[in-house]
């Protein structure tokens, strides 16, 4: 059963970049059989897609944050991160990692994100 | 402001039925599967439905999904207070960008009376 966990730092400054680790248990993170994103969820509003990465690197980013976002894969570790440059206060969140099944093969993007990870906040001051 | 359209709010009483609608376009729901996610206050949300009609294992038949054009219905039968929650659709979109982005509606929040 795939699991997953956010990590990283609950507070950063404004202007610094805000790092976080998703840890993948269950499956490997090398698997064709997923794709991995990144979710937010500002207080008190909805859910904002952030990125979604594939085992071969292959990134797709919102576009209003796409300048300021990298998303990486750390096979070794089964993990996959998220980078976001210059951040603001508007950037505090609850931030979520998931899955994507890529159930329908090659050529087709994931259209789902099952199972999601139990969430990190973080706070820009 | 989303490009998938949501109610903010809708409620009905214990037993009774609901529909949450999710309004896109040809660029969106027109033409993708859409999933809906349920997130009770202070959880992950949790998906309810994927590829517009399909309930992943531990669902139950009370949820329902469809897709019509460029809208989505969600339709939860026999409400329970547990069902108190924001529900969200999503799907990707193929015109907000090069390439394609995924989008999630606003979000509905449910009430059980």
């Known amino acids: 059963q795939l699991q997953l966990q956010e990590s990283g730092p609950g507070l950063v400054k404004p202007s610094e970049t805000l790092s976080l680790t998703c840890t993948v248990s269950?499956?490997?993170?090398?698997?064709?059989?997923?794709?991995w994103g990144w979710i937010r969820q500002p207080p008190g509003k909805g859910l904002e897609w952030i990125g979604t990465i594939y085992y071969n690197w292959n990134t797709y980013y919102n576009p209003s944050l796409k300048s300021r976002v990298t998303m990486s894969i750390d096979t070794p570790k089964n993990q996959f991160s998220l980078e976001l440059d210059s951040v603001t206060a508007a950037d505090s969140a609850v931030y979520y990692c998931?899955?994507?099944?890529?159930?329908?093969?090659?050529?087709?993007?994931?259209?789902?994100?099952?199972?999601w990870g139990q969430g990190t906040p973080v706070t820009v001051s | 402001q989303s490009v998938l359209t949501q109610p903010p709010s809708v409620s009905a009483a214990p037993g009774q039925k609901v529909t949450i609608s999710c309004s896109g376009s040809?660029?969106?729901?027109?033409?993708?599967?859409v999933s809906w996610y349920q997130q009770i206050p202070g959880t992950a949300p949790r998906l309810l439905i994927y590829?517009?009609?399909k309930r992943p294992s531990g669902i139950p038949d009370r949820f329902s999904g469809s897709k019509s054009g460029t809208s989505a219905t969600l339709g939860i039968t026999g409400l329970q207070t547990g069902d108190e929650a924001d529900y969200y659709c999503?799907?990707?979109?193929?015109?907000?960008?090069?390439?394609?982005?995924?989008?999630f509606g606003g979000g509905t929040k449910l009430t059980v009376l």
């Open positions: 040809s660029s969106n729901i027109g033409n993708n599967f």
């Open positions: 999503g799907t990707w979109d193929n015109n907000l960008g090069p390439g394609e982005d995924w989008v």
């Open positions: 269950g499956d490997s993170i090398s698997s064709s059989a997923y794709y």
């Open positions: 998931a899955s994507l099944p890529n159930s329908y093969g090659s050529g087709t993007l994931p259209a789902w994100f099952d199972p």
């Open positions: 590829d517009n009609d």
